[in-house]
């Protein structure tokens, strides 16, 4: 079978992701909808008492620091905003939908940590760096989707994929072109075109390890640092890592970041708060 016809199966599987929740769904696709009236969709997300109980529990979190307690999802969207609200409703949605585990090569509990502190970074840049908030959030939790569709789509070639990858020590995007003659950035960007993401979101999950890639779009740069940022760079080892064009381009410097970055341990609470299954 060819990498192509192999491609086009994979795709062809994804019907067999879990199904989102309706209120879910109507939220992504909100990210194209300017209008779409704030009041209305909360009341929709706190029908999902389960996907409320996690985003409440996050909003309510030392992370975001409130003065007082937010008791329900309007509430919520008064005190911190409507778009981080929709935010914690995909995140919550997802690691619902694609629940956590430990037992296997892919470590779906790491990758939703990692995944989860990569939004928060690339969020946050966004906000120093006067970059799309609304749909920073979102490139990050979603900038290796592509790992987790395969993961279930083919679960025994993708074990395969990563014992070699384990074995060899190549970069894992290495490995999969040769074994499969595409990789999971390819895969992950054609799952957010089939539902419907934003462009601005495909072109962060296809292009973030090449962030100069034309037409040049700012998330995929910043979730390029965002990722930097997650591997524990900062200071001049971060910057030092950009590409001088990227740092014109995004106009970043450590000193115009720095106040605006969360730490670490706040970073591995919230994301364990998510991740937690009680709902």
Known sequence: MSAVTDKKAILDKLHQLPAMPLVVREVMSSFRNANVGSAIMARKIELDQGLSARVLRVANSSFYGLSREVGSIQDAVTVLGFDTVRSLVVSAGFTRAFPANGDELF?????????????????????????????????????????????????????????????????????ERSMLGFDHSEIGAEMAKRWNFPPEIEHAINFWRIPEHEPFEPLSGMVYVAVLLERGLKGDALIDNLSQKLRDRLRISWERIEPGMPQPDQLDAVAKLMLETQD
Not at 112 to 128: D, H, N, P
Not at 139 to 147: I, R, W
């Open 107 to 175: 470590d779906r509990h790491a990758y939703w940590m990692r995944s989860f502190k990569v939004a928060s970074y690339t969020e946050s840049l966004a906000q120093c760096l006067d970059g799309v908030r609304q749909l920073s959030f979102t490139s990050g939790l979603f900038y290796d989707v592509g790992q987790l569709v395969l993961s279930i789509c083919i679960p025994e070639k993708f074990a395969d994929i990563l014992a070699q990858q384990k074995a060899s020590g190549l970069n894992l995007i290495e490995v």
